[in-house]
């Protein structure tokens, strides 16, 4: 199962990635986030403790965070449309508690300005949105 996971997170890189032209998704850890940006950003990464997806902005990065820690999150999908980013994935039950956090670049960008996520098909919000 864990398997399978990482393969759909792997296609979904490659969708996104090569949609967006100008753009770079690649999967980083939150210690990487806290490198990058000097630990400054370590009080709002100790919050994340609630199952969600998040939204973290800093002045040079836009990074997307699920945390799977009451469900698992799986086919995970994405359409680039009318400057819009919708991410769309389904939810099943958890097998093993995972996080997964992807950085979009450059950023900001010119290829959407919105972001919307869909969860087995009806539109949902991020857990919290936090801008340093």
Do not use: W
């Not at 100008?22 to 709002?44: G, P, R």
């Not at 990464?45 to 698992?72: M, V």
């Amino acid at each position: 199962m864990k398997k399978r996971f990482i393969v759909i997170l792997g296609v979904f890189i490659m969708f996104l990635s090569s949609s967006c032209s100008n753009n770079a998704v690649k999967e980083v850890t939150l210690k990487e986030i806290e490198m990058k940006n000097n630990n400054d950003l370590e009080e709002v990464l100790t919050d994340l403790k609630n199952d969600g997806i998040y939204s973290l902005e800093t002045k040079k990065h836009k990074y997307i965070i699920f945390n799977g820690s009451e469900q698992e999150y799986k086919t995970i999908d994405y359409v680039l449309n009318d400057n819009t980013l919708t991410i769309m994935f389904t939810t099943d039950k958890l097998v093993e508690s995972s996080q997964v956090v992807y950085e979009l670049s450059p950023f900001p960008s010119d290829s959407y300005d919105t972001i919307k996520l869909e969860r087995n098909g009806e539109e949902t919000v991020f857990q919290s949105i936090y801008v340093k």
